[in-house]
């Protein structure tokens, strides 16, 4: 019996994810579309694992995570995540993010900054990137130089990040372009 499970719930921005095993939270699923492609991106990143009925602890945090995508400022500090199989530098720039309160941003020159040198701010790019927990770690409250959106590697892309900024009341310097 594999020990991840996972459980999908309804957000102002469509079904989300969130996957957890023995030591906790470990993953959240942005939407993908719909709740079939939700199901198999959560299948292709962890394997073996089952829809359950979420614990005390994975309710607790869906209810909190639909409460800040309900435009409540939430900061989801409380809710305890397991990376122990993340690297120890994306680790802290999580930690970092964590910190960003709802309706602020941080640039990733910032968190680089915070980290030992503004050089390091394509390897925090790259960290984000690979965010096992987006919305609990708000990646999407971290934007490039000149408060820009930059990317976001979630279904949606950038348009994605705007909403979630948006429905959080944060401002950001985005023109529209073709790509959008």
């Not at 719930?9 to 095993?21: P, R």
């Not at 305890?80 to 960003?100: T, W």
Request: charged share 25%; aromatic share 4%.
């Amino acid at each position: 019996m594999p020990s991840q499970h996972f459980a999908l719930f309804d957000t102002a921005i469509g079904v989300c994810g969130i996957e957890w095993g023995p030591r906790g939270i470990n993953g959240v699923q942005l939407p993908m579309g719909d709740v079939e492609k939700t199901k198999t991106r959560i299948r292709q990143r962890h394997g073996e694992i089952t829809e359950a009925e979420p614990t005390e602890e994975v309710k607790h945090a869906i209810d909190e995570i639909v409460e800040l995508l309900s435009g409540k400022p939430n900061d989801l500090a409380d809710i305890a995540l397991d990376l122990e199989d993340v690297p120890a530098f994306n680790r802290s720039v999580y930690e970092i993010a964590r910190q960003i309160p709802p309706g602020k941003t941080m640039t990733y020159g910032d968190i680089a900054k915070r980290l030992g040198g503004v050089e390091l701010s394509r390897d925090v790019g790259q960290a984000l990137g690979r965010n096992p927990c987006p919305i609990v770690v708000p990646c999407h409250r971290v934007l490039a130089a000149g408060n820009k959106p930059g990317g976001f590697s979630a279904n949606g892309g950038v348009a994605t990040k705007l909403k979630m900024l948006a429905i959080e009341g944060a401002l950001v310097n985005h023109t529209p372009s073709l790509f959008d």
